[in-house]
Nanobody, 120 residues
Framework: QVQLVESGGGLVQPGESLRLSCEVSGFTLDRYAIGWYRQAPGKEREEVSCFSLGDGSIYYEDFVKGRFTMSRDSARNVVYLQLNSLRPEDTAVYFC?????????????RGQGTQVTVSS
């Protein structure tokens, strides 16, 4: 049974940083893919980034390129999303999810999410 638990969200001011964690169980971080998604109230869910675990490729949506960085700690089975230079429009619930490969629109299992609020 795959379980994903996110943490690290919070309230920050514009320009500040956060690091989100996604602890994964029942799923090893050496194959398939894990994506980070976000959903803001009244908006469509959007994918932020995707880590292709087999070959180590990481993909980012244009609106976070250069600001967000995804990484993994295979020994701890944790995937991270470093959020830098945060903007008010980054406010959303962020969650991680497993999928067969990056490029797929959907996902298989997901966590409950962690709230990120960027406000002055």
């Amino acid at each position: 049974q795959v379980q994903l638990v996110e943490s690290g969200g919070g309230l920050v001011q514009p320009g500040e940083s956060l690091r989100l964690s996604c602890e994964v169980s029942g799923f090893t971080l050496d194959r398939y893919a894990i994506g980070w998604y976000r959903q803001a109230p009244g908006k469509e869910r959007e994918e932020v980034s995707c880590f292709s675990l087999g070959d180590g490729s990481i993909y980012y949506e244009d609106f976070v390129k250069g600001r967000f960085t995804m990484s993994r700690d295979s020994a701890r089975n944790v995937v991270y999303l470093q959020l830098n230079s945060l903007r008010p429009e980054d406010t959303a619930v962020y969650f991680c999810a497993t999928k067969m490969w990056c490029g797929l629109v959907g996902f298989d299992d997901r966590g409950q999410g962690t709230q990120v609020t960027v406000s002055s």
